[in-house]
């Protein structure tokens, strides 16, 4: 493969498909329920990792405090 070759079309190795859907369909979901269904899934995710988070860290401070209750 010459690099002649490959920098001459540069655009040649995205494949364009086309955009599909309304504006604000992002191209890597075939549909607007299939966007939302993931977003949501996503938001879940983040609020059961945030509320395991804050969890830990609300049992860590009553353990501590249980332990050393004169501090």
Do not use: N
Request: net charge negative; charged share 15%; hydrophobic share 40%.
């Amino acid at each position: 493969m010459s690099t002649q070759a490959a920098s001459e079309h540069p655009a040649d190795g995205h494949d364009d498909h086309g955009h599909h859907g309304p504006k604000w369909l992002q191209h890597h979901f075939d549909t607007p329920a299939q966007q939302f269904e993931a977003s949501k899934i996503g938001m879940w995710a983040f609020l059961v990792q945030e509320l395991l988070f804050f969890s830990g860290l609300f049992v860590a401070y009553g353990v501590y405090r249980s332990w050393y209750p004169e501090t």
